[in-house]
């Protein structure tokens, strides 16, 4: 079922289409590095095959699971007698992000020279993941999860291609058949991901000829949680995950975020928002905050579910019993808009930079010192908005809940 050419690819319209970037690249004829950057079954393999075959190209495919440095340098040599045959060499190190630094930089004298053109897949963020002088020679294209249409789509094609026919009811009659909400639930279970709904579906077939809802549970071995992670579900939860610990309501927020990790909510999306509470909400009541939720962030992606579960509980429990505070961020949002209304007011001469003798002249950084706890008496916001107070902090820091 893997598509051949850019316009059978489906759910992935941000980067195939006219003016978009894999078509752009394609009608140039010309290889780019790239680094396809999502989560798992949403066709970077297939889109770098696509890719090799558009280019004409020798497409050689290792895993950085399995592959060492003697498979590397085997590609390399490969490489050097396709150039001498005017063939260009398609290297597509799936799951690049498991190779170390070492071992990343062992392309980079052969990506640069152009004897190879690298396509990276990864599941993780590649700014992380992969290194610096590697990733500034490529493109990173965003391969986004599939939604349910598109897996849809999938489906219908595979049961078309069995000849296995869609039917509203199900009937003992005719040759093999699928319901049409056996096939919707396969969408539901795939959570974005095609390669595990096409298993499902294998698994589904191979039991019987008549599939239906009940058939795909036995072949899965699982359940819809009754969550998308997309639909209003997702935002629902996480709302009141964040409200909950706004209200210092820890049974409640405990339960909510039981909730997202039950329905597998990717748990740094859910470590990721309470960063961001720690500063909008706890702010200046309780410094450590942030801390503590960017270490729990960091861990979250070293270990790994299941065990990140506590990580994420602990934290959570912190959050809500902390005394909370908006001061630091009624007074970013304030600062914001004051910018986005004003942005033409130039700077106070006397706060400017004076590299020059004539800007000295001009009293560009006029009084100025540099030493720690040097004040002037003077404004430093531009005259039209001095008397603005941007951060106003409050004499209660909040109340922790009891």
């Keep these: 079922m893997r598509p051949k050419k850019l316009s059978d690819v489906v759910g992935q319209e941000k980067i195939i289409g006219e003016g978009k970037i894999l078509t752009e690249i394609v009608r140039a004829k010309e290889p780019v590095n790239l680094i396809f950057w999502g989560p798992p079954g949403t066709g970077k393999t297939t889109l770098a095959r696509i890719l090799a075959h558009e280019f004409e190209a020798d497409f050689v495919e290792i895993s950085a699971v399995t592959a060492g440095k003697k498979d590397v340098e085997e590609v390399v040599e490969r490489a050097k007698v396709n150039w001498n045959l005017k063939t260009r060499t398609v290297l597509f190190v799936d799951e690049i992000h498991r190779f170390n630094k070492a071992q990343q930089d062992a392309f980079l004298p052969h990506v640069e020279s152009g004897l190879i053109t690298l396509i990276g897949a990864t599941t993780e963020n590649p700014s992380f993941e992969v290194i610096s002088p590697l990733l500034s020679r490529s493109r990173v294209v965003v391969v986004s999860p599939l939604s349910k249409e598109a897996i849809l789509e999938v489906l219908n094609r595979a049961v078309k291609a069995e000849g296995v026919k869609v039917v509203k009811k199900m009937t003992t009659a005719g040759g093999a058949k699928i319901s049409e909400a056996a096939l919707d639930y396969l969408a539901e279970l795939s959570g974005g991901d095609a390669r595990s709904a096409l298993g499902d579906l294998e698994l589904a077939l191979s039991l019987t000829n008549k599939v239906d809802v009940d058939t795909v549970k036995e072949a899965a071995g699982r359940k819809v949680p009754g969550y998308d992670k997309k639909g209003d579900a997702h935002y629902d939860n996480i709302s009141a995950f964040i409200k909950s610990m706004r209200g210092s309501d820890t049974d409640a927020a405990l339960y909510y975020l039981a909730r997202m990790v039950e329905a597998g909510e990717d748990p740094k999306f859910i470590a990721r928002r309470m960063v961001i509470f720690a500063s909008e909400d706890i702010g200046l009541a309780g410094n450590g905050a942030l801390s503590l939720a960017t270490a729990c962030f960091q861990a979250v992606e070293r270990v790994g579910m299941p065990e990140s579960g506590l990580i994420l509980a602990h934290t959570c429990v912190a959050l809500s019993k902390s005394k909370k505070n908006r001061d630091s961020a009624d007074a970013w949002f304030k600062a914001m808009g004051l910018a986005h209304k004003t942005m033409g007011l130039p700077v106070p001469t006397w706060l ?39 951060f106003i902090r409050t004499p209660d820091l909040g109340k922790e809940d009891s």
């Design 352 to 390: 400017r930079n004076a590299p020059t003798k004539l800007m000295k002249e001009l009293g560009f950084g006029k009084g100025q010192k540099w030493e720690s706890g040097f004040h002037l008496d003077k404004n430093y916001l531009p005259d039209e908005i001095k008397d603005e107070k941007i």
